[in-house]
């Protein structure tokens, strides 16, 4: 059975840095696509935010969090990380990883399997 487990989130002031991690049983990260996506309050859907390929040829990021946010693994540990800097107030959200065989990385609905989440609340 697949299990995903984030962690790292809290809360931080705007322009500062936090590192989310993503942890797998039951699955290897480097067979997989792997996404995060968050999802703020009051939205309805989940917002892409970075994404990677299972050979880690390819990277994403959405956007808005260029230059800002890193999408890295660790085969080793099977663990998935977002590091994160210049927080904004705009990135609070619980900020989730998923994972699914296909290369279609932005799109939430091919996901196949998620964590529970992790809240980032960033203050002004």
């Known amino acids: 059975q697949v299990q995903l487990v984030e962690s790292g989130g809290g809360l931080v002031q705007a322009g500062g840095s936090l590192g989310l991690s993503c942890a797998a049983s039951?699955?290897?990260?480097?067979?997989?696509?792997t996404g995060w996506f968050r999802q703020a309050p009051g939205k309805s859907e989940r917002e892409f935010v970075a994404?990677?390929?299972?050979?880690?040829?390819?990277?994403y990021l959405a956007d808005s969090v260029k230059g800002r946010f890193t999408i890295s693994r660790d085969d080793a540990k099977n663990t998935v990380y977002l590091q994160m800097s210049s927080l904004k107030v705009e990135d609070t959200a619980n900020y989730y990883c998923a994972t699914q065989p296909g290369p279609d990385y932005s799109d939430y609905r091919q996901y196949r399997y998620w964590g529970q989440g992790t809240q980032v609340t960033v203050s002004s």
């Open positions: 039951g699955h290897t990260f480097s067979t997989f696509t």
């Open positions: 994404a990677m390929h299972a050979r880690r040829t390819n990277t």
